[in-house]
């Protein structure tokens, strides 16, 4: 049984981020393990964990409350990446990728809140 969540081109696009996020936190240096790897990774995870359990939920305004906790944690993940780019600790090739997905769910994401925001009324 597929679960509805997964039909979601945003919680599909997610799945992707932290897939490139990990790629990412991977090759940070092994004194970041317990630092900002692991922060990164924890916030990408929180991302399409959030939409499905937003989707999951009944009403409107539950959904969108989950929604929003992915979009914050969406936040903290770029500012991880931010942090990474300064640093010069990976090839701005791979950040490029990781940023690229990274705007496209902030996009989805945006606009899925709105949606729902909107059928509330």
Known sequence: MEKGHKKLLVWQEAMELVMESYTVADLLPSDERYGLMSQMKRSAVSVPAN????????????????FVIARSSLSELDTHLEIVRRRRMVPE???ARMQQKLDTVDSLLSGL?????NTTR
């Open 51 to 66: 939409i499905a359990e937003g989707a999951a939920r009944q009403g409107a305004k539950d959904s969108v409350q989950f």
């Open 93 to 95: 090739a791979s950040l």
């Open 113 to 117: 809140i709105r949606y729902r925001r």
